[in-house]
DNA sequence: GCACTCGACTAGCGCGCTCTAGTCTCGAAC
DNA sequence: GTTCGAGACTAGAGCGCGCTAGTCGAGTGC
């Protein structure tokens, strides 16, 4: 038997129900429900006697037995790792837009201790309809699979999974600005330090070499492995400074990552901008952090985020539909840390 | 009617359910439920028989159902403000603690769009059995008020709220050791930018008052007005540039406005340590992130978060237990931003 | 041979809600 | 006066599980 004085909840009070809601209005359960979800059916009248007996219990409806009972949970799962800037921007455009939409919001992160599949079953077993993944480093043949088994939409995920939705930036386009850019205020040794196997890695590896290759300087090109992290970022600066000669110029595979190389160029004591150029990517709301402004590749979360979710009802909507691939068109955004070379 | 061939999930197949398993490999319901709860009872080989099932069906158990049946939830609500990366430390080291004693991490964001109360509110729905808020700006008065409703932990709320647990640093410590840190260097003008209203605060304003009286300063300190972000860092730190002379020493609120005081420095091209002495405050990682590493008050992300997950735990146990408050001593991080005034 | 135990398994209720298929009232139309 | 329809409301099934109270059969002990 259930002690009512000790629940899990630790209030010491039965959690009120709808059935106590109704009682104490002196209605049926089922009006209760209808007043609940906005549904006509009550009088006015009823209405707010309904709603203020349910105030006066402090009742709120139970999510998991509206699930049961209604086949919806009208819940996004979002998968995000906590500590990239430009997730948290994400997600930050993500929540208003569900809400003008009618739909909840539940966020699983990864960590070190718990992989994107753990976080994804997470979502699922709370029955969210659909899934909106911030940049997944799973594999096209993972996503593709996951793809089978629910509906999913991407941010920034590989470009080969054809089963999800996916909403990216055109990273050729964005490399080339930034490859342009610099080229244009006169640099010719310019590095890329990529972003290792996370997503989206390998398309801009393979622009900067044809945005190099096109301002012929495709023999010049030069890749250094990276990751989105400020430590790939120093550990490259190390490696360029332990060299010869420098670059004039390091193109990042993230911000965070170019954040990495500004500190790790500061404290060898070369200037940026005026010694090396750096360019960012991603104009997450830590490019302006540095000392030295970033100068970046401008992904516009807020319109990555409408995106995502319209995508992602859309084909609740229209399960037939096929699954798309939008794709925005970055900004370079220039600030401080590139400059011409001397 | 629903049409099996176009749910709300859009996978064109109705979920499998227990019954399905059930059904698939021979056996009552009853016994599938037992051997995905892990219970004694099912034989060996008939236990791998409904995994087997279970497997190839794709069946995933429905976290709504089993929360209805069971009256538990074994979940943990987290709320958290997706731009601290602090709090993203916290998250990260949240999980494995929770899993560890078997329960579930729900988190909900704050952001511009949604206020604590709304973030609160959804965990609650989702039956969270207890909820544990990360750096919380309700009122000392809101908090007990949700204290009633639901079993509450908080890391860094304010200290006057009685009926939640609290875990947070011994402020006045960390506070006193920073103070004592820049005064055995030779520092004598020591400014402090605090966090406004943000939780602790108050306190560390206070405590700094007190360290600067300690050490016969009494008179020299002086506050400057701030928050939690790297703007308030910068904003301070260009009130102090329009003056006629600088403090030689700054104490921040966090590590966020740190960085902003450093960037803002910097770029007034003032040295940092040479000129000016900053120190930040919880040791986040962006700690490590700026040109010049951060001095700063390091609070044990990992300790906390398991305080935390320990005592909501302790409570659900055993909820007559009152509230209590576990301080944790910060110690300070001498990096590179301090040294002796010039 | 009988009572008893113990492990393996099952029947069926109920969690808090949604939703379909009603019932009941009341006023308007004929 | 009767019929009809619309609005207000209700009864009750069922969502996918957990859990209690069983049944059943194979030992075990005497």
Same mark, same amino acid.
Request: with cysteine; hydrophobic share 40%.
């Given at each position: 038997?259930?002690?009512?004085?000790?629940?899990?909840?630790?209030?010491?009070a039965r959690r009120p129900t709808m059935t106590d809601v109704a009682r104490a209005a002196g209605v049926s359960r089922a009006l209760v429900s209808l007043v609940f979800r906005n549904k006509p059916g009550a009088g006015e009248e009823t209405r707010q006697r309904v709603l203020q007996a349910a105030d006066r219990l402090g009742y709120r409806p139970d999510t998991a037995a509206r699930m049961l009972a209604s086949h919806r949970s009208r819940t996004l799962?979002?998968?995000?790792?906590?500590?990239?800037?430009?997730?948290?921007?994400?997600?930050?455009? #993500?929540?208003?837009?569900a809400e003008r939409i009618g739909y909840e919001v539940?966020?699983?992160?990864?960590?070190?201790?718990?992989?994107?599949?753990?976080?994804?079953?997470?979502?699922?077993?709370h029955r969210c309809e659909?899934?909106?993944?911030?940049?997944?480093?799973?594999?096209?043949?993972?996503?593709?699979?996951?793809?089978? %088994?629910?509906?999913?939409?991407?941010?920034?995920?590989?470009?080969?999974?054809?089963? #999800?939705?996916?909403?990216?930036?055109?990273?050729?386009?964005?490399? %080339?600005?930034?490859?342009?850019?610099?080229?244009?205020?006169? /640099?010719?040794?310019?590095? /890329?330090?990529?972003?290792?196997?996370?997503?989206?890695?390998?398309? %801009?590896?393979?622009?900067?070499?044809?945005?190099?290759?096109?301002?012929?300087?495709?023999?010049?090109?030069?890749?250094?492995?990276?990751?989105?992290?400020?430590?790939?970022?120093?550990?490259?600066?190390?490696?360029?400074?332990?060299?010869?000669?420098?670059?004039?110029?390091?193109?990042?595979?993230?911000?965070?990552?170019?954040?990495?190389?500004?500190?790790?160029?500061?404290?060898?004591?070369?200037?940026?901008?005026?010694?090396?150029? #750096?360019?960012?990517?991603?104009?997450?709301?830590?490019? /302006?952090?540095?000392?030295?402004?970033?100068?970046? #590749? %401008?992904?516009?979360?807020?319109?990555?985020?409408? /995106?995502?979710?319209?995508?992602?009802v859309?084909?609740l909507e229209?399960?037939?539909?096929?699954?798309?691939?939008?794709?925005?068109?970055?900004?370079?955004?220039?600030?401080?840390?590139?400059?011409?070379?001397?």
């Amino acid at each position: 038997m259930i002690d009512e004085t000790a629940r899990p909840d630790g209030t010491g009070a039965r959690r009120p129900t709808m059935t106590d809601v109704a009682r104490a209005a002196g209605v049926s359960r089922a009006l209760v429900s209808l007043v609940f979800r906005n549904k006509p059916g009550a009088g006015e009248e009823t209405r707010q006697r309904v709603l203020q007996a349910a105030d006066r219990l402090g009742y709120r409806p139970d999510t998991a037995a509206r699930m049961l009972a209604s086949h919806r949970s009208r819940t996004l799962g979002v998968m995000l790792t906590v500590h990239q800037p430009f997730q948290a921007d994400l997600v930050e455009a #993500i929540y208003p837009e569900a809400e003008r939409i009618g739909y909840e919001v539940l966020l699983s992160a990864t960590a070190p201790s718990r992989d994107e599949a753990k976080a994804v079953e997470a979502l699922l077993s709370h029955r969210c309809e659909a899934l909106v993944l911030l940049g997944p480093r799973a594999e096209a043949g993972q996503l593709d699979e996951l793809g089978g %088994r629910a509906l999913v939409t991407a941010i920034n995920a590989r470009e080969d999974a054809t089963r #999800i939705d996916n909403v990216r930036t055109a990273d050729e386009a964005g490399v %080339r600005q930034a490859v342009d850019h610099l080229v244009d205020l006169g /640099h010719r040794e310019i590095v /890329h330090v990529d972003g290792g196997d996370e997503p989206g890695s390998a398309e %801009r590896r393979a622009a900067y070499r044809k945005a190099m290759d096109a301002r012929g300087l495709g023999e010049r090109a030069r890749v250094l492995p990276g990751a989105h992290t400020e430590r790939a970022g120093q550990d490259a600066a190390l490696r360029l400074l332990d060299e010869a000669e420098l670059p004039t110029a390091v193109l990042a595979s993230n911000d965070r990552c170019a954040l990495g190389l500004l500190r790790a160029f500061a404290l060898g004591g070369v200037d940026v901008p005026e010694e090396i150029s #750096i360019v960012g990517y991603d104009d997450s709301h830590v490019s /302006h952090l540095a000392p030295v402004a970033l100068t970046t #590749i %401008r992904q516009d979360a807020e319109q990555m985020a409408k /995106h995502a979710v319209r995508l992602a009802v859309e084909r609740l909507e229209d399960p037939a539909r096929t699954p798309q691939e939008v794709v925005l068109d970055p900004k370079l955004v220039s600030r401080g840390s590139t400059a011409p070379p001397r």
